[in-house]
């Protein structure tokens, strides 16, 4: 049973893909949608030893080793021509990773430029939304859910003819997102304006106990002139 997340992120990878997984851990999202029969092939990908070995217990499980690949592999690198990979699949880590992932996969051409891009990053949405603008990727479409208490976006970009230059804003609040204003959309930025309040309120506090220590500094400084003043 996959989760609520992962259930919409394979909803966003379409029929009949050749899917790279990366970052795969229990190899749940391939083997769901394979299961699914709508994706005929997988590659999951895995850095670590241990999320590797989950995941190619749970492909052997599940009969269908014929059907996914799983290999130890340090992000797009697990993606091999022959493969002839149509959809990418990067989720459950951080903006920023993902977006080290897709540049270091793209300067090394793993990446072709024609595979459709589903990622799903926990934080850092804007650094993943820049580098996909500059590498001529279009966002096609975006969704947000909550599961257990926390806030998911996910992202699918594709790389079209025509190049869109997203505002900061669209890169920040998602173009597709700020149109739509759901509910767990405000709910996020709800969450987020309280935070940035708070740090705010917080470098305040901070600039007001820095001056009043400055004033004490500077009182102090003249007292003990005064005084070595009258000794001399
Ligand atoms: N994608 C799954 C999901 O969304 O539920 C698993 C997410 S899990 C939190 C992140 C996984 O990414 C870990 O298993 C970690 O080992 C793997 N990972 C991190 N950096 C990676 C990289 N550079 N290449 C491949 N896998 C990586």
Redesign the pocket.
């Known amino acids: 049973q996959l989760?609520k997340?992962?259930k919409r992120?394979g909803e966003f990878v379409p029929e009949q893909s050749r899917l790279a997984?990366?970052?795969?851990?229990?190899a749940?999202?391939p083997v769901a949608l394979v299961l699914q029969s709508k994706i005929p092939f997988a590659l999951a990908?895995?850095?670590?030893k241990?999320?590797f070995e989950s995941a190619k217990k749970q492909v052997r499980k599940n009969g269908l080793e014929q059907q996914i690949t799983v290999r130890l592999?340090?992000?797009l690198?697990?993606v091999e021509k022959a493969d002839e990979i149509t959809a990418v699949?990067?989720?459950?880590?951080g903006g920023s990773?993902i977006r080290?992932?897709l540049d270091a996969g793209w300067n090394k051409q793993r990446l072709n430029g024609t595979e459709q891009l589903i990622l799903?990053p926990?934080i850092g949405e804007k650094t993943l939304r820049e580098w996909l603008t500059v590498h001529g990727y279009t966002i096609l479409e975006e969704d947000i859910l909550e599961e257990n208490n926390k806030i998911y976006e996910i992202i699918v970009a594709a790389r079209k003819a025509t190049r869109i230059a997203y505002t900061e804003k669209e890169k920040l609040f998602g173009p597709i997102l700020i149109q739509q204003r759901s509910t767990i959309f405000q709910k996020k930025w709800q969450r987020e304006l309280k935070q940035r309040e708070h740090i705010l309120a917080q470098l305040a506090q901070a600039a007001g106990d820095q001056e009043a220590r400055q004033e004490q500094l500077k009182r102090e400084i003249s007292e003990i002139k005064e005084v070595l003043v009258d000794e001399s």
């Open positions: 989760s997340r992962l992120v997984d990366i970052g795969s851990d229990h749940y999202l990908g895995e850095v670590v241990g999320p592999a340090d992000g690198d697990a699949t990067i989720c459950g880590m990773l080290d992932i799903q926990n």
